[in-house]
């Protein structure tokens, strides 16, 4: 699911007239970018959802053919959040986890998806979820998530849920989850409510193991005009060097 209803506030004036994640850094726009990101690592169906200037967005990806893939939309009358938005695609979903994307993020284009794909499914104790997390100076800004040595979240967004933070980390909008959660742990199908501050906290108070995957190069939240300049630099100097961008930490 690649999450781009959104209203992009903190961007305008240059979203009153253009969804976020039609913003062009560089020659391509940001679900450009997050949709090649996918199709990079295989996927081959994705859903997006859609609520602001919705029409735009489905007009420039269309049915996804151009990236290999397979495109469908979820028109949100009201705008659901991002659990609400999951929530709102569960009845058709074909497959027992689903990858949630940000579509306002931009990572180098070899971000190792498919690693992050391969440890959930792989684990020998299956996570509930596994969230992408990454080093920041600035975790507290973004929301700071504790993890212990074996990498099981054990704290959020300030509230511990037992065993020893080894590091704290940053939320980069990337997480793969058990469809079994969206039915069991979930509200039901028209809530709006968020992933985040709600979804993920009421995992960890259930006792649900919640794994991460650390990430170590390149990211940013295409969030305010200063953000959307930095990065528009960085794609120039590094992104259009080569294929894949070898930066670390922004």
Request: net charge negative; glycine share 10%.
């Amino acid at each position: 699911l690649l999450l781009s209803a959104g209203f992009g506030t903190r961007l305008r004036p240059l979203t009153e007239c253009l969804p976020k994640p039609l913003i062009r850094i560089g020659d391509k726009t940001l679900i450009e970018r997050n949709l090649e990101l996918l199709a990079r690592a295989g996927i081959s169906r994705v859903f997006i959802n859609l609520h602001y200037l919705g029409d735009q967005i489905r007009q420039f990806v269309g049915d996804g053919s151009r990236w290999g893939m397979t495109v469908e939309y979820a028109e949100e009358p009201t705008l659901l959040d991002t659990g609400g938005a999951i929530r709102n695609i569960e009845k058709r979903l074909a497959h027992e986890q689903l990858l949630t994307v940000n579509s306002d993020i931009l990572v180098q284009p070899d971000f190792p998806l498919h690693a992050v794909l391969e440890q959930h499914v792989d684990a020998a104790v299956r996570p509930a979820m596994t969230m992408v997390v990454r080093h920041d100076e600035d975790h507290a800004k973004y929301g700071t998530i504790g993890i212990d040595e074996t990498g099981r979240v054990v704290s959020f967004l300030g509230k511990a849920y037992g065993g020893r933070v080894a590091r704290e980390l940053m939320y980069t909008g990337i997480q793969v989850m058990e469809r079994r959660i969206i039915r069991e742990v979930m509200p039901p199908e028209g809530e709006i409510f968020s992933l985040t501050q709600g979804t993920v906290r009421d995992l960890l108070q259930l006792g649900a193991y919640v794994d991460s995957y650390v990430y170590d190069g390149y990211w940013s939240d295409i969030g305010t005009p200063e953000r959307l300049d930095a990065a528009s630099k960085v794609v120039a100097s590094k992104f259009a060097c080569s294929g894949h961008d070898s930066t670390r930490d922004n």
